[in-house]
């Protein structure tokens, strides 16, 4: 069983050694990252800024956690209130993990928590055009493709075109 549950800085070292065993299966939908980025010191840094965010109110970093582990993340970034209510979400599952409906799981638990505790109205997010298995995750969770975003962000080392998916809060008219 997979759930999800906000990140702390005891799971730095989980983080780095998964990152690390992953290193080029998510290489080819993630930015260039440099040798420090996979070290224990990096992600615990990335998980105190992120934990600085949520107490901010713009994010929630949340762990993938499955058959007692780690095993990826899912993060509502960006989130923005007034007149906006909206946030964008990201995230990986290990390559062990993938194909298991672990994203799709970890993409309701996000959704809800968007909407039902964090009361947003609006959540986006953008895949690679080639990156379907993402877009089923997003599709099995209610998102709709809207647009296309061409060079919107640096993946492998150059600027690449994605898809761009929202959903709507169904509890609002």
Do not use: C
Not at 7 to 19: F, G, Q, V, W
Not at 64 to 91: C, H, K, M, P, W
Not at 143 to 150: D, E, L, M, N
């Amino acid at each position: 069983m997979a759930f999800t549950r906000l990140i702390t800085t005891d799971d730095a070292p989980a983080l780095a050694k998964r990152l690390t065993e992953n290193r080029d299966f998510l290489a080819p939908w993630d930015p260039v990252r440099g040798e420090d980025f996979f070290s224990v010191e990096k992600q615990l840094d990335i998980v105190r800024r992120d934990l600085e965010a949520h107490a901010e109110g713009s994010m929630l970093p949340l762990a993938i956690v499955a058959d007692g582990e780690l095993v990826g993340r899912i993060n509502i970034n960006g989130i923005t209130r007034g007149a906006f209510q909206s946030a964008v979400i990201g995230y990986w599952v290990s390559e062990s993990h993938n194909g298991r409906g672990i994203a799709t799981d970890a993409g309701a638990e996000a959704k809800e928590r968007a909407f039902a505790d964090l009361g947003l109205h609006r959540l986006q997010a953008e895949t690679l055009i080639r990156n379907t298995a993402s877009q089923r995750v997003l599709e099995r969770n209610g998102f709709t493709p809207f647009g296309i975003a061409p060079k919107f962000l640096k993946i492998a080392g150059r600027w690449q075109d994605h898809v761009l998916y929202q959903v709507l809060n169904p509890d609002e008219s």
